[in-house]
């Protein structure tokens, strides 16, 4: 059985029994980093978090938007500042956080990716995080892919390198 969902939650998409490109990748490191994988206990790294503002920030712009925020400077030598960044903090306790330079680094990368002909007749139409589910017909082993891209040339990964 073959199945495509649109705007399924990624927090469910990862929650699904069937295996994926990301649970083979970490099965062949060893079951203990599948099993973390699978249960959500692996903290992203720094460039991870930076790789997710970048796919947002090109692919899914709206998303962007609801999960990053532009941090202010706050000067926390001074109580006014640790008071500011604090209430700052609570305030956007929902959105990961992006520096200035962040913010200016992504914005050159988006330039770059759609000043590339090829990556912008690519990213021109097509939708993203478009998840697909299948029966492997050989195994009988329920899959899911989830492209970043997905167009009628192809599928496209969204790669960031920092």
Same mark, same amino acid.
């Given at each position: 059985?073959?199945?495509? =969902? $649109?705007?399924?939650?990624? &927090?469910?998409?990862?929650?699904?029994? !069937?295996?994926?490109?990301?649970?083979?990748? +970490?099965?062949? $490191?060893?079951?203990?980093?599948?099993? +973390?994988?699978?249960?959500?206990? =692996? !903290?992203?790294?720094? &460039?991870?978090?930076?790789?997710?503002?970048?796919?947002?920030?090109?692919?899914?712009?709206? =998303?962007?938007? @609801?999960?990053? *925020?532009?941090?202010?400077?706050?000067?926390? $030598?001074?109580? !006014?500042? @640790?008071?500011?960044?604090?209430?700052?903090?609570?305030?956007?306790?929902?959105?990961?956080?992006?520096?200035?330079? +962040?913010?200016? *680094?992504?914005?050159?990368?988006?330039?770059? =990716?759609?000043?590339?002909?090829?990556? &912008?007749?690519?990213?021109?139409?097509?939708?993203?995080?478009?998840?697909?589910?299948?029966?492997?017909?050989?195994?009988?082993?329920?899959?899911?892919?989830?492209?970043?891209?997905?167009?009628? $040339?192809?599928?496209?990964?969204?790669?960031?390198?920092?």
């Amino acid at each position: 059985m073959k199945r495509i =969902v $649109r705007n399924l939650p990624n &927090a469910t998409y990862h929650s699904g029994s !069937e295996i994926s490109h990301s649970g083979i990748v +970490q099965l062949l $490191r060893s079951p203990e980093h599948y099993l +973390q994988y699978k249960n959500g206990t =692996v !903290e992203p790294t720094p &460039a991870m978090e930076f790789g997710s503002a970048f796919h947002n920030f090109i692919l899914e712009p709206e =998303v962007f938007a @609801k999960e990053f *925020t532009l941090a202010p400077k706050f000067d926390k $030598r001074t109580k !006014e500042g @640790k008071e500011l960044g604090a209430k700052w903090d609570e305030n956007n306790a929902e959105k990961s956080p992006l520096t200035g330079e +962040q913010m200016d *680094t992504l914005a050159a990368m988006r330039m770059s =990716v759609f000043n590339h002909e090829g990556a &912008a007749k690519l990213l021109h139409e097509g939708e993203a995080e478009t998840s697909l589910f299948w029966t492997e017909e050989y195994t009988g082993l329920p899959c899911r892919i989830r492209p970043d891209w997905m167009c009628s $040339r192809g599928l496209a990964d969204l790669k960031s390198c920092i």
